[in-house]
């Protein structure tokens, strides 16, 4: 049923293969099989699946791609909303008759574009995706392929999922381990399917509902920054006594991270001073706090509210004394201060070895 | 639930701990983490789709990993004294940079690539512990939240048949605030005052810890109920004596 879905792709251009060191840059992204629930919140999105992983770039709403070879079929995805329960049947049955607006191979240009657009549904914001892929991992003549899909928004880059080859190719040494840093729940939902069969409207509810209780909603910042509540706790925020780290990351959703340091790097002038684009700002934000494990205390929010110390001892005088590349240096660095923490402390890692051995770290 | 899954993974990986994390082999034992945090930093900015520096001179992109890396580096607490000791070094001229600029508008940097790097190391060290400049009540969420990630670890230790330091030992709660009153000490109120004034932000910083570490130790009753521990007396003076590195774990 699934495979009806879409026009089977033409046979590979003979896209080349990534370099060992781009396959292993995106193969340390997240590991990805089968299946993987992203959960979103804004009008619009462009999805890419391709096998190339340089082919990584997307802007705005119509997906552009990089040449690369198409090898994938058999590919299903289906939307979750926040909509009432005709509307979601009613997306679902569009989406499976492949309705132009939400589906799209583009096989000249070696990717498949998948875009949507919640306006056509109006009264509701698209918040969830469901994205079920197979055979993603060879191409026309069988060679396993590093294969990746691109998941974007207005927001900018916001997931990027790759699946290594199964056979490792020459020069590229197999991945050990997949860090257990990265989005555990995402990879825990990533779980093959028992069937093939498209999900029906109750079992993606159920799995949406129990998905957004493991993973924070990817908002769209800018929307989220334009919030009044927000605005009002930023502007507090270079006060001593006006900040609260766990309001904030109420308040935005749970990405206090991406929000506050793109609205510290506005307010202190760094944005325009360098000119720097905001969508490549918010896309590395948005995957660095993604880095960012669910600990109890070196946590996004523990990110967030650093760099907020960092805003506020800058804001209070410090400024004047360093140069903008090193104002630029301590917030990055701030933002990015406890990536991929563990939750173990450096004599705990100079002892063991649990946490490598074992795939029960976080 | 937690504990659990601990207990299950510790069985599988008997004797495991007797090796090192490959992170630790890699940096040599030299602060692993911050090594790790920082190279996932740079390795997020090199990304071409998320280099927000490329369409700058390679210079900049060069100077802000550099910085960063540095400032990152100096957030390992092993090394706090080391860090303070050089910072203590660089005052009187950072003084005088200080007081250039706020008589001339010019920015006068004569600071050497050291001074400098340890000027940013100290800003990314005071934000790090920047909640205990903050009112007390979110500081103290924020200790309840470290304290559950220190039992955390504790409990994984205890479960390989290690002895975790008193502070992570959930049965030795009360050692938790005594360790916060020497945090607040040693961060803030140690401090000599010359250089406390030399960072714009210290005074209030110097303040707020200095009250914490005062409530804290007024507040051993409260702090050990947020943390959901079994007992509920604990006395400050008595944890005195316990040579743990309780004040840098953070």
């Given at each position: 049923m699934s495979s009806e879905l879409l026009t089977r792709p033409q046979p590979s251009m003979g896209g080349a293969c990534p370099a060992a060191s781009d396959a292993q840059r995106v193969a340390a992204l997240l590991d990805f099989s089968g299946e993987a629930l992203c959960v979103f919140d804004f009008q619009s999105l462009t999805l890419v699946f391709c096998n190339n992983p340089a082919a990584r770039l997307i802007q705005g709403r119509q997906g552009t791609t990089q040449p690369g070879a198409l090898s994938m079929y058999d590919l299903t995805a289906l939307w979750l909303g926040s909509y009432s329960e005709r509307v979601v049947d009613d997306m679902l049955a569009r989406f499976q008759h492949g309705h132009p607006y939400i589906w799209e191979p583009r096989a000249a240009c070696g990717s498949a574009v998948c875009s949507f657009s919640a306006q056509y549904y109006k009264g509701g914001s698209l918040d969830g995706i469901l994205v079920k892929a197979k055979g993603l991992d060879s191409d026309a003549a069988g060679a396993p392929q590093p294969c990746c899909i691109h998941i974007s928004s207005a927001l900018g880059h916001v997931h990027s999922m790759t699946r290594p080859p199964r056979a490792a190719a020459p020069g590229l040494s197999p991945r050990p381990e997949p860090s257990t840093a990265l989005r555990p729940a995402l990879v825990e939902l990533a779980a093959p399917s028992s069937s093939h069969a498209v999900a029906t409207p109750s079992m993606l509810r159920t799995r949406r509902k129990s998905f957004l209780s493991k993973v924070s909603a990817t908002p769209n910042v800018w929307s989220v920054l334009a919030d009044p509540t927000v605005h009002a706790m930023l502007e507090r925020s270079a006060d001593l006594g006006g900040w609260d780290a766990f309001d904030f990351d109420h308040v935005t959703l749970h990405n206090p991270l991406t929000a506050y340091t793109l609205w510290a790097l506005r307010a202190s002038g760094l944005m325009r001073h360098f000119n720097l684009p905001e969508d490549k700002v918010v896309a590395f934000l948005a995957t660095l706090e993604h880095r960012y494990s669910d600990n109890p205390y070196h946590n996004r929010v523990h990110a967030a509210d650093v760099t907020r110390s960092v805003h506020y001892m800058l804001s209070a005088g410090m400024h004047k004394y360093l140069d903008p590349e090193q104002r630029l240096a301590l917030y990055i660095g701030a933002a990015g201060h406890d990536a991929e923490h563990g939750g173990l402390s450096n004599t705990y890692l100079c002892a063991t070895n649990v946490r490598a051995r074992c795939a029960c770290g976080r | 639930m937690r504990a659990l899954?601990?207990?299950?993974?510790?069985?599988?990986?008997?004797?495991?701990?007797?090796?090192?994390?490959?992170?630790?082999?890699?940096?040599?034992?030299?602060?692993?983490?911050?090594?790790?945090?920082?190279?996932?930093?740079?390795?997020?900015?090199?990304?071409?789709?998320?280099?927000?520096?490329?369409?700058?001179?390679?210079?900049?992109?060069k100077n802000v990993r550099k910085y960063a890396v540095s400032a990152i580096l100096h957030t390992d607490p092993v090394s706090h004294r080391s860090h303070m000791d050089a910072w203590a070094g660089h005052v009187p001229k950072w003084q005088r940079t200080v007081a250039s600029v706020q008589s001339t508008v010019p920015v006068g940097t004569d600071l050497s690539t050291d001074e400098i790097h340890s000027v940013l190391g100290m800003v990314l060290k005071c934000a790090d512990v920047g909640h205990m400049a903050q009112p007390f009540e979110q500081h103290r969420h924020w200790v309840a939240q470290l304290t559950e990630e220190f039992y955390q670890q504790g409990d994984r230790e205890k479960a390989l048949g290690m002895a975790p330091l008193p502070f992570m030992d959930r049965a030795k709660a009360q050692c938790v605030p005594s360790s916060q009153v020497r945090a607040c000490t040693a961060y803030a109120v140690s401090q000599p005052r010359r250089e406390r004034r030399a960072l714009g932000m210290w005074p209030p910083f110097h303040e707020n810890a200095k009250r914490g570490a005062d409530q804290h130790a007024g507040g051993v009753h409260v702090v050990l109920r947020a943390a959901h521990v079994r007992r509920d007396g604990g006395d400050v003076s008595r944890d005195e004596g316990n040579d743990h590195r309780g004040p840098l774990q953070l």
């Open positions: - | 899954s601990v207990r299950v993974c510790a069985r599988r990986c008997q004797g495991a701990h007797a090796v090192q994390d490959p992170i630790a082999v890699t940096y040599h034992n030299t602060s692993p983490l911050e090594n790790v945090h920082a190279a996932v930093l740079v390795r997020l900015m090199l990304q071409p789709s998320l280099n927000f520096l490329s369409h700058l001179a390679p210079d900049v992109l």
